[in-house]
């Protein structure tokens, strides 16, 4: 069975981090870029930032650049999220999902049609 388990939410106050983990299983994590996606509440869900280990590239909203940082483990099979200096605004539950290599070129990285797995939330609250 494919599995994408989101970790290490939590509450913290503005300024301070957290880090969130993505394990993947039940498919081939290299043929996959892994993303963030994050939905608060009365808003749509929106991509974070996203990382193809094929290649290197990365994707981060600008609302996020500078703040976030994404790596991967392909050893562990998981992709983190470093996220500093937290604002008020980041609350949301946080998903991971995955994107076949493969169609990244006919859609963007991190483009949110593109993800083929999603995992469950993890609530992230940030308290100013």
Request: hydrophobic fraction near 35%; include cysteine; charged fraction near 20%.
């Amino acid at each position: 069975d494919v599995q994408l388990q989101a970790f290490g939410g939590g509450l913290v106050r503005a300024g301070g981090s957290l880090r969130l983990s993505c394990a993947a299983s039940g498919f081939t994590f290299d043929d996959y870029a892994i993303g963030w996606f994050r939905q608060a509440p009365g808003k749509e869900r929106e991509r974070v930032s996203c990382i193809n280990s094929s290649d290197g590239s990365t994707y981060y909203a600008d609302s996020v650049k500078g703040r976030f940082t994404i790596s991967t483990d392909n050893a562990k099979n998981t992709v983190y999220l470093e996220m500093n200096s937290l604002k008020p605004e980041d609350t949301a539950v946080y998903y991971c999902a995955a994107q076949p290599t493969l169609i990244i070129g006919l859609l963007r990285l991190c483009d949110i049609y593109g993800m083929h797995y999603w995992g469950q939330g993890t609530l992230v609250t940030v308290s100013s």
